[in-house]
């Protein structure tokens, strides 16, 4: 699988408001996110996640963001401080190597990796630096996007990381996406079967039909954001 990172000018698309009719943020976080909660973004981006995230932990809790392109934690930071969310959120860039998350051992009540495993180098790291972080009890919401993560390949993301501690304990559904609900445990690792029996809901329509979709959509973005709303006098 290729670990190339998105380009950061993508990173306008995955802001893209219409993007919300079926990846809206408070409906995916809502169920795992509470006040007063330590948040861990992996793969940000421009904080499409994050601001959400922000505002559910609330004053008293916060989100680490960690991103590796400067980019897009720049216009992150940007569009925080704009909603009144920057206090609780600490962005940092990283090394595509590692997250650099000493400081946070056993700290962090969530995790969300939404897009973004298959973009790092060693998945088995990231997994390992991930569970390192959490306490016990800690869950992690993993999402791939189907039209560009294949099923087995998404399967071999999770046996990395039962192997780093972390078991699955259920599939959500979330559009045109692989995805699974997992919990670092204390005890002996649950057999796989502890999803209780649940299918995986997907969303697909094979690579080409995906790809000539989200052209068309950063086609319709691009010439909302920079033609029509400008000619509107509306701020993007």
């Known amino acids: ?15 893209c408001p219409i993007r919300g009719w079926w990846q809206h943020p408070q409906d995916i ?4 996110v509470r006040q007063g909660m330590t948040a861990l ?6 904080g499409y996640f994050t601001l959400e995230l922000a505002r559910l932990v609330g004053n008293s809790g916060r989100v680490v963001a ?9 216009r992150l930071k940007r ?15 990283a090394p595509a ?19 973004v495993v298959h973009e790092f180098p060693d998945a088995g790291r990231f997994f390992s630096e991930v569970a390192a972080a959490s306490k016990p009890g800690a869950q992690v919401l993993l999402a791939e996007p189907s039209g560009h993560v294949k099923a087995e390949a998404f399967d071999a993301e999770l046996q990395t990381a039962a192997a780093a501690g972390l078991e699955p304990v259920d599939r959500p559904f979330i559009p045109r996406s692989h995805a699974v609900l997992l919990k670092k445990h204390n005890e002996n690792r649950l057999s796989r079967s502890g999803c209780g029996g649940r299918k995986r809901i997907i969303l697909s329509g094979g690579h080409m039909s995906d790809w000539l ?3 068309l959509l950063v086609a319709g973005y691009v010439v909302l954001t920079q033609w029509v709303l400008p000619k509107l006098g509306v701020p993007t």
Do not use: N
């Not at 190597?97 to 897009?115: I, K, N, P, R």
């Open 41 to 46: 973004e992996p793969g940000p981006g421009m």
């Open 97 to 115: 190597e590692s997250m650099g998350l000493a400081d946070l051992q056993g700290s962090v009540h969530f995790t969300l990796a939404f897009a």
């Open 29 to 32: 976080l809502t169920p795992y």
């Open 1 to 15: 699988m290729s670990h190339r990172v998105c380009p950061w000018w993508l990173g306008y698309w995955l802001i």
């Open 79 to 93: 569009r925080a401080a704009k909603a009144g969310l920057l206090d609780q959120i600490d962005a940092r860039v």
């Open 213 to 215: 979709w989200m052209i």
């Open 66 to 74: 960690v991103e590796v392109q400067p980019q897009m934690i720049t």
